[in-house]
Antibody, heavy 120, light 110 residues
Framework: EVQLVESGGVVVQPGGSLRLSCAASGFTFDDYAMHWVRQAAGKGLEWVSL????????YYADSVKGRFTISRDNSKNSLYLQVNSLRAEDTALYYC?????????????WGQGTLVTVSS | QSALTQPASVSGSPGQSITISCTGTSNDVGTYNLVSWYQQHPGKAPKLMIY???TRPSGVSNRFSGSKSGNTASLTISGLQAEDEADYYC??????????FGGGTKLTVL
């Protein structure tokens, strides 16, 4: 059974930083691309970032480019999102999500999310 | 890049069929057969219902079907059941290794 468990969400002041983590199990982690997707309260889903199976390629939504960094440690079956220069509009539930073999493949499994709140 | 356009809400009675549209552009939906659909119940994570435009993952009811015409993808749910009441999101590959989601549609089963 595929499991994705996020952690690291906290209340942080504007301009602050934090690191989100995602522990993956139930599949061969280093076979697949991985994503972060976020959802503000009462709002829709917003794709944030994608990382290739080996971590060698990363991609970002324009809204987070230059502020967020996605990474992975295949030896630990873990995905990360370093988020810097946080803004109020970054407040959201952040989902770790499993992609496919190819970048265009659908996200097929989601974690339960970790909540990031940006507030002074 | 703006979100794909979905109706904010749709409704139907049990047993009826409904269709949710998802309109993009020639940069995403119109070019790639890589549209997926997700069901999200309140307080829950999204669940994949359709991928590749029209393929159902194992375990998803055949009451759910997907299609595409031009820049618009559609999700049809037939034989509506109370448990289908949820939010539905479309998602498309948008080139340059990015994804774009729709704004979401709230389905109410009357």
């Amino acid at each position: 059974e595929v499991q994705l468990v996020e952690s690291g969400g906290v209340v942080v002041q504007p301009g602050g930083s934090l690191r989100l983590s995602c522990a993956a199990s139930g599949f061969t982690f280093d076979d697949y691309a991985m994503h972060w997707v976020r959802q503000a309260a009462g709002k829709g889903l917003e794709w944030v970032s994608l990382i290739s199976w080996d971590g060698g390629s990363t991609y970002y939504a324009d809204s987070v480019k230059g502020r967020f960094t996605i990474s992975r440690d295949n030896s630990k079956n873990s995905l990360y999102l370093q988020v810097n220069s946080l803004r109020a509009e970054d407040t959201a539930l952040y989902y770790c999500a499993k992609g496919g073999y190819d970048y265009g493949d659908a996200i097929d499994y989601w974690g339960q999310g970790t909540l990031v709140t940006v507030s002074s | 890049q703006s979100a794909l356009t979905q109706p904010a809400s749709v409704s139907g009675s049990p047993g009826q069929s409904i269709t949710i549209s998802c309109t993009g552009t020639s940069n995403d939906v119109g070019t790639y057969n890589l549209v997926s659909w997700y069901q999200q119940h309140p307080g829950k994570a999204p669940k994949l219902m359709i991928y590749g435009g029209s393929t159902r993952p194992s375990g998803v009811s055949n009451r759910f079907s997907g299609s595409k015409s031009g820049n618009t993808a559609s999700l049809t749910i037939s034989g509506l059941q109370a448990e289908d009441e949820a939010d539905y999101y479309c998602c498309s590959y948008a080139g340059s290794n990015t994804l774009i989601f729709g704004g979401g549609t709230k389905l109410t089963v009357l």
